[in-house]
Structures are given as structure tokens and as C-alpha cells.
T-cell receptor
Framework: GAVVSQHPSWVICKSGTSVKIECRSLDFQATTMFWYRQFPKQSLMLMATSNEGSKATYEQGVEKDKFLINHASLTLSTLTVTSAHPEDSSFYIC??????????????FGEGSWLTVV | DAKTTQPTSMDCAEGRAANLPCNHSTISGNEYVYWYRQIHSQGPQYIIHGLKNNETNEMASLIITEDRKSSTLILPHATLRDTAVYYCILTLGAGNMLTFGGGTRLMVKP
């Protein structure tokens, strides 16, 4: 299947600082990417839909000024957690929709990024 | 998206077929059934999807009932590496956003 890569795989940051997570589609172009957050022993929760060249659409309860999403190219979306606090510590996962003619519009996920705020 | 119901957990003996059920009694005509799995501390992995017909690929088979109100994911020869949480998800049209429920935690035992 198609490959979606996230970087970094894990990051530790100090409270009050900002951290950026990158999501890349390696072998296909993705006009739409999705960002999820997962707390321990819970399911994935959709945070926002990222559309190339336009503003992201955030789910209810997700602060757009805290979780900045940029989708400047067809292969890269970034999530910046601003002024991070310990409660933002979580597993962040991105996914991208493969619109290739033989892909069935399948959505593929990255490996995830562990964020720990201390 | 319509809701799905899956058992919380299942066990399967290594080498045997794992049959994971999913109920989606309120599915609408244009909703696809997608299956993903998540191995601990990794991103979800796409397995298979279908609309009406049964589907098979190198990983699994998907059996959808004629009324489309339920489906079964079949792993023909489960291995220890198949231990994961399996998610059955409905989505309007192929490639729309995925809403995850609780999934089924499959434990493959030696």
C-alpha cells in the first residue's frame, strides 16, 4: 500500500514551547490529510481535516489557534502544537487520502508521533 | 457516518482462521465498509474495504451480508503478529474521513 511518513516519531518538549509534527505522503499526492489524537487505551479521535491550499477544518472542541495545521503542498501537512502543556501529551497520527486511479481512494496512516510535554 | 458494533475482544489460536464480526444495521446505500487494524503504539494499517461484494486481498477477506447490515473480516491463518485492535468503519463514499469506534482487540495465542 501507499506510504505515509510522520516525523518525529517521538518528541519531548518543555511546557510552554511549541512543537511541529510533519506528515508526508511519500508515493502519492494527497489533497486531503487528516490529523488524529489518541490517548492511552482510547480510540483515535479526529482533530481536523487538512486541505491543500486552504484552511483546515477542525472538529468541535479542538482549538484551531492551539493546533495549527498547514498543508502547503500535495505531499506535506504539518501540525504545530503551540504553547504545549502536559495535557497535550498524546499520540498524534496523520492520514492521507490516495486519489490515484487504482487506489480506491483509500486512506493510509502514518506511524504516529508520541508527544510528551514536561 | 452510521455506527458500527464490534465485540470488545476475541481470542484466536495461531494458525487458525480469525473471524471478526461487525454489525452495521443502519448502513446506507452509499456507505463503504472499511477495516483497519492498529498494532500497539503504531498508526492504523489499512486491511480491506468493500461496498456490496465480498472482497479478498493478500491480507484478508471481507464478507458482507446481502442486506449489508453486517460483515465479517477473515484472517485465514492468524499469526502472533496479527494481535491488534481491529476497527470496522463506515464511510460515505470511498476516501472520506474515518471515524473510529472502540474496535475489537484480537489476541492470537500460540
Amino acid at each position: 500500500g501507499a506510504v505515509v511518513s510522520q516525523h518525529p516519531s517521538w518528541v519531548i518538549c518543555k511546557s510552554g514551547t511549541s512543537v511541529k509534527i510533519e506528515c508526508r505522503s511519500l508515493d502519492f499526492q494527497a489533497t486531503t490529510m487528516f490529523w488524529y489524537r489518541q490517548f492511552p487505551k482510547q480510540s483515535l479521535m479526529l482533530m481536523a481535516t487538512s486541505n491543500e491550499g486552504s484552511k483546515a477544518t477542525y472538529e468541535q472542541g479542538v482549538e484551531k489557534d492551539k493546533f495549527l495545521i498547514n498543508h502547503a503542498s500535495l505531499t506535506l501537512s504539518t501540525l504545530t502544537v503551540t504553547s504545549a502543556h502536559p495535557e497535550d501529551s498524546s499520540f498524534y497520527i496523520c492520514s492521507a487520502r490516495d486519489l490515484g486511479w487504482d487506489s480506491g481512494n483509500t486512506i493510509y496512516f502514518g506511524e504516529g508521533s508520541w508527544l510528551t510535554v514536561v | 457516518d452510521a455506527k458500527t458494533t464490534q465485540p470488545t475482544s476475541m481470542d484466536c489460536a495461531e494458525g487458525r482462521a480469525a473471524n471478526l464480526p461487525c454489525n452495521h444495521s443502519t448502513i446506507s446505500g452509499n456507505e463503504y465498509v472499511y477495516w483497519y487494524r492498529q498494532i500497539h503504539s503504531q498508526g492504523p494499517q489499512y486491511i480491506i474495504h468493500g461496498l456490496k461484494n465480498n472482497e479478498t486481498n493478500e491480507m484478508a477477506s471481507l464478507i458482507i451480508t446481502e442486506d449489508r447490515k453486517s460483515s465479517t473480516l477473515i484472517l485465514p491463518h492468524a499469526t502472533l503478529r496479527d494481535t491488534a485492535v481491529y476497527y470496522c468503519i463506515l464511510t460515505l463514499g470511498a476516501g472520506n474521513m474515518l471515524t473510529f469506534g472502540g474496535g475489537t482487540r484480537l489476541m492470537v495465542k500460540p
